[in-house]
């Protein structure tokens, strides 16, 4: 059928900021090519923070395009650095755990520290300074308990220390790192990890050293439990939806997405907050309902959710990583200007 | 950082330790740029970190010029939003 002028225009701006779900596809993925050409950002970028707990960010970056916003959630997993245990020396390890099995779970439990205060240690460097070393003491025998009763069966009442928690290692200074630090208190950041498990006579005496490092070189390094982003959801009813079609509609949503109201006696659905619906797709199953609703997400309006591990907040984790970008392009900047380019 | 190229106007700069994070997010700052005829990148093994990122220039304009702008209208955009983000934060506690 042949478009209005007015429906045109539409369907060119619905292809520049929208990115449509169609029933077997999604369209428009790209920006159509020279839109954006000389078109600078700062105009209608904002930023919304929804929702901030201890260890988790929700935010809403409007305005930027997916090449940037893809770059800092890449930097927040792999490039922030963190303080993790890298050096394990095994004095003692009598355990049923495995040295090496001991050293690994040992490296991926998070250090509340600062990364921000330590320097990375210099390659080849075995020792370890005091400005690029975290040392840490984990030193636990287990006993058995002689007041257990005769028949008990209950691990906690017969041996003594046959867990072994991350409360147990405990921080050892190096050099002057009391001075540094005074007030700081360098541990893991969750006391109740269990590192292994004990019976009588076995001990576990390491010393480990931490050191700074990031994601791309170990996992262990990522300061992010996940950092993740989603499009904006988008949900437009083409024509005016009743009764029981309505009904049918609201239970292909998420709960809180479609609301009925009551119009003139008729049920009408509306769309009350779009970007609760998590897109299952499932209005493509309905015949009925197919045509009459269009999905989309809003191209450039990004909702980030950030979880952190505990060793920084999430706000810092962010700010952090934005550092970082500018950090890269410095270096270059710094290079095209000191080496001439023949 | 290496360029290599035919004359100055096409320029292959072999950037080291980076990848899809810089290199993405640069070519999209250099293509907004009206005097870039050609801006690309890629990852010449995924086993190696580094990438080549080319600029092919309209008319005279060498092609690191492009590359400066580009990355220094990167940075402009990590401050543009790091203050952004900064601000709103303090205005999100605040008004806890």
């Known amino acids: 059928p042949p478009i209005a002028p007015m429906a045109a225009r539409r369907s060119v701006d619905e292809m520049r900021d929208r990115v449509v779900l169609g029933e077997f596809g999604v ?48 930097i927040l997993l792999a490039e922030v650095p963190t303080m993790a245990v890298e050096k394990v020396f095994v004095y003692n390890n009598t355990s049923i755990v495995q040295d090496e099995i001991l050293a690994h779970r040992l490296g991926l439990i998070p250090i509340r520290a600062d990364p921000r205060l330590f320097e990375y240690r210099n390659q080849g460097d075995q020792e370890g300074t005091e400005i690029d070393t975290l040392q840490f003491q984990l030193k636990i025998k287990c006993k058995r308990n002689p007041q257990a009763a005769k028949e008990s069966s209950d691990p906690d009442e017969l041996y003594f220390n046959h867990k072994v928690y ?8 190096l050099g002057n790192q009391t001075d540094l630090f005074p007030d700081a208190d360098f541990r893991p950041v969750h006391d109740d990890i269990l590192i292994a498990l ?24 990522s300061p992010v439990a996940t950092a993740s982003y989603r499009l904006l959801p988008d ?4 024509q005016p939806i009743e009764d029981e079609a309505a009904e049918t509609l609201q239970k292909c949503f998420s709960p809180g997405v479609i609301e009925i109201q009551n119009i003139n006696g008729k049920k009408v659905a509306r769309v009350a907050n779009a970007r609760l619906d998590t897109f299952s797709r499932e209005v493509f199953r309905h015949e009925g309902l197919k045509n009459l609703v269009r999905l989309a997400r809003v191209r ?18 962010v700010s952090e990583a934005i550092k970082i970008l500018m950090g890269k392009c410095q270096r270059f ?4 200007d000191s080496v001439p380019m023949e | 950082i290496q360029a290599d190229g035919t004359d100055g106007n096409c320029v292959t700069f072999v950037l ?15 293509m907004k740029n009206p005097d870039v005829e050609f801006c690309g990148y890629c990852i010449t093994h995924p086993s190696e970190s580094k990438i080549n990122f080319r600029i092919q220039t309209r008319g005279a304009l060498p092609a690191v010029e492009p590359f400066r702008k580009g990355l220094n209208d990167l940075m402009g955009v990590c401050q543009h939003v790091l203050s952004t983000f900064e601000g709103s934060m303090k205005e999100f506690r605040a008004q806890k």
């Open chain 1, 27 to 74: 369209r428009n993925v790209s920006e159509p090519a020279g839109v954006t050409r000389g078109a600078r950002l700062p105009q209608a970028f904002r930023v919304d923070v929804i929702r901030e707990e201890e260890d988790t960010l929700e935010f809403d970056m409007v305005g930027i395009d997916a090449a940037i916003a893809n770059a800092f959630r890449r």
């Open chain 1, 166 to 173: 991350s409360k147990h290692m405990t921080w050892v200074p």
């Open chain 1, 198 to 221: 004990l019976r009588p006579g076995q001990e576990i005496d390491v010393l480990m050293h931490c050191v700074k490092g990031i994601g791309k070189d170990h996992a262990k390094f």
């Open chain 1, 235 to 238: 949900i437009t009813l083409l």
């Open chain 1, 300 to 317: 450039n309006h990004y909702i980030f959710t950030v979880e952190s591990t505990g060793i920084l907040p999430p706000d810092v984790l």
């Open chain 1, 333 to 336: 900047l710094n290079e095209l």
């Open chain 2, 16 to 30: 080291h330790d980076e990848d899809h994070t810089l290199g993405n997010s640069l070519r999209y700052m250099v």
